[in-house]
């Protein structure tokens, strides 16, 4: 006659296999927590209004969407600040945008050859070269102050430098040349462009066209939070003429992952 089993021994069986169990839950239940969302990216542009966005008082209908982007003709009719700006305030920040100038109607006489460094090529009397060249002119401010600019043109140096800090002479040298393009990565005027813009601390990283062309550039004393916006530029004289360039650019595809 076979003996039955030690009741000691099921118990402790059955109490094991529990165990295991619940720990192989407790653990895919962790697992599933800490997976990454699938939904980080948040889209700031919607193809259809300027919901999200702040049009500036007074604006006239110059910031508009158009066939699915956001159309300026920089003509805004605010008395004040004419940027368009987001309503919601960043930190921390991957922003992808999509960007194209629609052409160029004004010749800029002054346009300095940047060198690596970021300061100006000089002639032989220490003067700054200066060339003229068809030109548009907008940007894309970060942490809410236009010094944190990335810029968008027609200059040599490329799209995507930050000119005020560049040309901000209290700053070291290493400061002026991380905010200078390592090269000119723009299409030609008409065709569209891609920034990957990363803000992180007092770092700013620049993808233009799959090239990086700013990478960790340091940002001292800029905001630790602020909106974004698209920059504003150019006026015409009594004459209807451009007197400077005009930001004559469209966007679309703006969206934003918080880091």
Known sequence: MKSLPNLTNIIISFFTAGLLI????????????TQPSQNEWTSLFNGDDL????????????WKVVDGV???????????????????????F???????????????PNVPIIMPDGSHKLDQNGETIRMAVPDSDSGIYVRGTSKAQINIWNWPI?????????TDSSLSQEVRAGVTPTMNADHNIG???????????????VELNGHVVLDKAH????PES???ALQHHGSKDANGEWNSPPSLVQFKNISIKEL
């Open 94 to 108: 991957v922003l992808k945008v999509d960007w194209r100038i629609k052409e160029t109607p004004y010749i800029n």
């Open 158 to 166: 490329g799209s995507g430098e930050v000119y005020g800090y560049r």
């Open 191 to 205: 065709e569209w462009n891609s920034f990957v813009i990363t803000v992180e601390d007092e770092y700013l990283t």
């Open 51 to 62: 919901s999200g966005w702040i049009v500036p008082e007074g604006d006239g209908g110059h």
């Open 22 to 33: 619940f720990v192989f839950a407790l653990t895919s239940t962790s697992s599933i927590e």
């Open 226 to 228: 602020g909106k974004i």
């Open 70 to 92: 956001i159309d300026y003709d920089a003509m805004s009719e605010a008395e004040d600040d004419k940027a368009l700006w987001s309503e919601k305030e960043y930190q921390d």
């Open 219 to 222: 940002l001292p004393g800029v």
